[in-house]
């Protein structure tokens, strides 16, 4: 079955950096878009970034917009979302999700897969 596991999550210091990996199994990655959502207690998952699956589209959301990099490495199957100028309203559990086959969308609905999720946690 597709398994999504992501890593690299922890505690920083406001304007660190940290990056996110996910790596992939059970799912043919390189016909997948991949997305990046977050989720604040008691809130629902919030669209962060999202990447083709060639590796040639990408899109984020307004908050990181020039602070997250999303990537794709389609030969180890692993998407990353590297994380800088961080900030405390950044805290959140990071998951990873993928949609349905050459689909590139926004919406968590759309996403059909999510890994277990990685806390991020950003200390002012």
């Known amino acids: 079955q597709v398994q999504l596991v992501e890593s690299g999550g922890g505690l920083v210091q406001a304007g660190g950096s940290l990056r996110l990996s996910c790596a992939a199994s059970?799912?043919?990655?390189?016909?997948?878009?991949m997305g990046w959502f977050r989720q604040f207690p008691g809130k629902g998952r919030e669209f962060v970034a999202v990447?083709?699956?060639?590796?040639?589209?990408?899109y984020y959301a307004d908050s990181v917009k020039g602070r997250f990099t999303i990537s794709r490495d389609n030969a180890k199957n692993t998407v990353y979302l590297q994380m800088d100028s961080l900030k405390p309203e950044d805290t959140a559990v990071y998951y990873c999700?993928?949609?349905?086959?050459?689909?590139?969308?926004?919406?968590?609905?759309?996403?059909?897969?999510w890994g277990q999720g990685t806390q991020v946690t950003v200390s002012s």
């Open positions: 999700a993928a949609p349905s086959e050459y689909t590139f969308v926004l919406a968590a609905s759309e996403y059909n897969y």
């Open positions: 059970g799912l043919t990655f390189g016909s997948h878009a």
């Open positions: 990447i083709s699956w060639s590796g040639g589209g990408t």
